[in-house]
């Protein structure tokens, strides 16, 4: 099969030929159908992640057919499901026994510590995956398995917020603040500076007010998201939340955060981060995603056209969430 690979820390992705093992145990082999690029995927090639080995397939927002299956595995040939980016945990430390699987020391993770959906085909953990709907196109669903899922945790996270700042108006955010809007919150969005583009995407999609990251909004917010990995961005939205207010960190990676006063802090403001997922939390997203018929806005690209979509991700060019469509043979 085709898969793009990381051959080498910081360098493009490179079109392989690649043959995987049949399954066993709990794994499943899977045809891949469209894989979301996220900005994970960004970090993982840009070298800003610990601890990364190569060769490895990135993707952990994986839509694809289930084509072999192990002896013990859940699911049947030719069900669709999903793969997420928790790829596997141990079961038996003290978060894993306490319902916080996402902060297993031992976990394995889909495109960065185990192979991905920028391929063809992916083995997988089955225990790990989810089952999805099969008249819904690949590419709309594919990005709902992560910008969906940690958007939809670090939402939860933000609390019982009724105005919500979300900083970074791109796969998460267009997802979550439909969530939000459905759920009659106001969505107050922030992006780059002088990004009129983004701004407009974001009111189209219900957001009361919408401008660049270097400003305030016109009220203070009960809580704000941080889905753009820049770490000067913590205290701003410190100072756009009132006492109680909560401000969330989404990302995997961050750029350092600078030094603030200690009166952004002041008045129980808090700043938290969320870490990775569990299984129910994509159980619970994917069935409120259902429920709200949640779309992503996509652009497709084919799957040789990884790092063009990688470098469109990186320069903030995207309206919505990338998504790799794979080639039938």
Known sequence: MKAMRLLARGAPLA?????????????LLIGVEACGVCRTDLHLVDDELPGIGTPITPGHEIVGTVLAAGTAARFRIGDRVGVP???????????????RENLCPQARFTGYTTDGGYAQQVLAEARYCLPLPAAVPAAELAPLLCAGLIGYRAYRA??????LGLYG?????????QVARH???????????????????????GAEWAGGSDE???????????????????????????????VVCAGIHMSDVPSFPYRLLWGERSVTSVANLTRADGAEFMALAARLGLRARVERFPLAEANMALERLRSGALEGAAVLEMPAS
């Open 15 to 27: 079109t392989c030929e690649v043959r995987l093992p049949p399954p066993e145990g709990e794994q």
């Open 85 to 99: 980016w928790l790829a596997w945990t141990c079961g038996v430390c003290e978060y894993c026994r306490g319902g």
């Open 158 to 163: 933000a609390g019982r917020a009724a105005r």
């Open 169 to 177: 108006f791109g796969a998460a955010a267009h997802l979550i603040a």
């Open 183 to 205: 759920e009659g919150v106001r969505v107050f969005a922030f992006t780059r500076a002088g990004d009129a583009r983004a701004q407009r995407f974001a009111s189209e999609l």
């Open 216 to 246: 305030q909004p016109p009220e203070l917010l009960d809580a704000a998201i941080l889905f753009a990995p820049v770490g000067e961005l913590i205290p701003a939205a410190l100072a756009s939340v009132r006492p109680a207010g909560r």
